[in-house]
């Protein structure tokens, strides 16, 4: 989940940031993103300029396949969509508007639980390492 964040001489580019935070936390000795994957924004919406440290927190990233954060922002520009078209309906149609966006939105929360709990079984299994390494000293 890049953004349209141009870099300025001698910054990191936040496009990249996201990358290195995620790497790092991970253990990875470089950028290891697999062909296909992506380190993917839980929160994008804009936050950047708010809080930035926020934004680039580990707990705001997950790791999946591409074809899963495409199905990620599928789903969110239906919301989108669905949100943008409640104002023009009946009571009734926004009742079924509601239902199909909370189907959309439990698609989202469905894919981004199942790679949170890797990350942070991931993350785990590296403190405990970390851990038994203190142990040996």
């Not at 990875?28 to 839980?42: E, G, S």
């Amino acid at each position: 989940c890049g953004n349209s964040y141009e870099a300025k001489q001698g910054e990191v580019s936040f496009y990249y940031l996201h990358k290195i935070v995620f790497a790092s936390a991970m253990g990875w000795d470089r950028l290891d993103i697999a062909p296909n994957y992506h380190v993917h924004h839980l929160n994008h919406s804009g936050e950047i300029k708010e809080n930035p440290a926020a934004y680039n927190d580990i707990t705001n990233f997950i790791y999946l396949p591409r074809s899963e954060q495409q199905k990620i922002h599928y789903y969110e520009k239906k919301v989108r969509e669905l949100s943008a078209s409640l104002e023009f309906k009946t009571p009734e149609e926004r009742q079924l508007t509601w239902i199909e966006m909370n189907k959309y939105e439990h698609a989202i929360d469905q894919i981004e639980r199942k790679y949170i709990a890797i990350r942070n079984n991931r993350i785990k299994k590296l403190e405990n390492e970390a851990k038994m390494l203190d142990n040996l000293d």
